[in-house]
């Protein structure tokens, strides 16, 4: 299925921009993607071969030591760590609400429950403050999501999790290289979770995932998972999956990952030129983020009416989409574990917001500015102030009387509660309950975007 959602409308004159061009992105490396590809048709070896093996030690040193697994995708990197751990039917796992949802469809395939905890409004990651309060009687594991490429705060969640006896699973499938305490995050817990999904920082040309973990034991355990519960040709000492990374994809990545850090930088660079030219407009930049701390997968701002925005960008030719419109316990496959709107007010306003922007390594500058000269338009004309809990301190603004002026109003508006803001507990918008699985075309279209 695809999002058209994603698409912009064809204005006349600039080419539309999309919010991720996967085919832009690599370009250069196409000769050597070909090369790799041929390698591996012409070995004749598609499933767990050198090329998955080399590509496993390569990510594990990229990572900085460790062992990796590859297999079949992020969430099912996700399940196998559960299963891997000792997650069942019975179990809890706590994560957080505002997260695409195969957080939550891995938790449910291990024959887990998921259990949910608010998030810090500011960046949208796990509330550390409130997990103590979130353990139920029966959670086993705790889940953190480097929502968006920001690197969680690991070092109080590991204390949390040895102190309370808890498996720690991180969700780093948008968080490739991403710093705390100086580590990548996705190295902290007990296993950490990578997904290849072509629009990652590190995208194969199909599905892909890999697993992290410091344990031998735990490494071995998984490869028997990932191969059918596999511990010699036809023995099986468990019921494992099929989910491997094939070797395909495993040639893929490889020649993609020497370029990671680089492309990693140019984002990083990117996100600082978007936030010097969006500064003055109202609404919300992502929160500041130590150096090497937010590996800028997605660039999220936060607005107040923005579907009325979308549109308005949409007509531009500027694609946008939601990462992600509903939280998981307001979803509908969800209900039976009684969620309300309210629950978690912080994850809520964070999905009742959140907008992301066109972001690639392959943007110049110039898309950027065509973006941001976009969107003060659009939030002109609809007015929409800067959300009430976000708003950040006003620098100078280097765009002009007009903005200025917007800003100025749109905030007294959001003061005086008139309409255009969103406030916690407000239910998703209308028409986007049916929303696919976050950010997914059925093919991979040159539109494929950011999921
Ligand atoms: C936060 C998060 N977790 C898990 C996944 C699942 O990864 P995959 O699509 O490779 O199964 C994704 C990707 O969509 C994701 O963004």
């Not at 024959?111 to 550390?128: K, M």
């Not at 495993?250 to 990693?264: D, E, F, S, T």
């Not at 030129?273 to 609404?283: E, F, G, T, V, W």
């Not at 960008?313 to 939601?322: F, K, P």
Request: charged residues 25%.
């Amino acid at each position: 299925m695809t999002d058209d959602t994603s698409r912009p409308d064809e204005p006349a004159g600039d080419p539309p921009l999309s919010v991720y061009d996967v085919r832009a992105h690599d370009r250069t490396l196409a000769p050597r993607i070909a090369a790799a590809v041929e390698r591996v048709i012409a070995s004749g070896w598609f499933v767990l071969g050198s090329e998955g093996e080399r590509f496993e030690a390569a990510w594990a040193e990229w990572l900085g030591g460790g062992e990796v697994v590859g297999v079949g995708s992020g969430t099912d990197a996700l399940r196998l760590a559960l299963t891997a751990g000792g997650v069942g039917p019975g179990d809890g796992v706590l994560t957080v609400p505002n997260t695409a949802v195969p957080t939550a469809s891995a938790i449910s395939a291990a024959g887990a429950e998921p259990h949910f905890v608010d998030v810090d409004p500011a960046t949208g990651l796990i509330a550390i403050e409130k997990v103590e309060a979130a353990l139920r009687p029966n959670t086993r594991a705790i889940l953190p999501v480097h929502l968006h490429g920001r690197a969680a705060p690991m070092e109080p969640l590991v204390e949390i999790a040895r102190r309370r006896g808890l498996l720690l699973v991180e969700d780093a499938a948008q968080a490739h290289g991403a710093l705390t305490g100086g580590r990548p995050a996705g190295t902290w817990g007990d296993f950490g979770c990578f997904s290849f999904y072509p629009s990652k920082n590190l995208g194969a040309y199909g599905d892909g995932g890999a697993i992290w973990t410091s344990s031998p034991e735990a490494a071995a355990a998984l490869r028997r998972l990932r191969n059918y519960g596999q511990s010699d040709r036809y023995v099986h000492d468990s019921i494992g999956l099929n989910s491997r990374l094939d070797e395909i994809q495993a040639a893929i990545l490889g020649v993609k990952l020497p370029h990671l850090r680089a492309w990693n930088r140019r984002r990083a660079e990117l996100a600082r030129r978007y936030r010097a030219l969006l500064r003055s407009l109202p609404l919300a930049l992502p929160a500041e983020a130590p150096e090497g701390a937010h590996v800028f997968h997605l660039f999220a701002v936060r607005v107040s009416d923005r579907e009325a925005v979308r549109a308005r960008l949409s007509a531009r030719g500027i694609a946008t989409q939601v990462h992600y419109p509903i939280p998981i316990h307001l979803q509908r496959a969800y209900r039976h574990l009684g969620g309300r709107p309210g629950d978690f007010p912080a994850a809520e306003a964070w999905c009742a917001e959140t907008l992301s922007l066109p972001f690639s390594p392959a943007l110049a500058e110039a898309d950027l500015a065509r973006v941001a000269g976009a969107l003060a338009e659009a939030l002109a004309e609809t007015q929409a102030g800067t959300p009430a809990e976000t708003q950040a301190e006003a620098p100078a603004d280097p765009r002009g009387d007009a903005r200025r002026e917007t800003r100025s109003r749109t905030r007294n508006r959001t003061r005086s509660g008139a309409p255009g803001g969103v406030h916690p507990g407000t239910e998703t918008p209308a028409g986007r309950a049916e929303h696919p699985a976050p950010g997914r075309g059925d093919g991979l279209a040159p539109e494929t975007e950011a999921s």
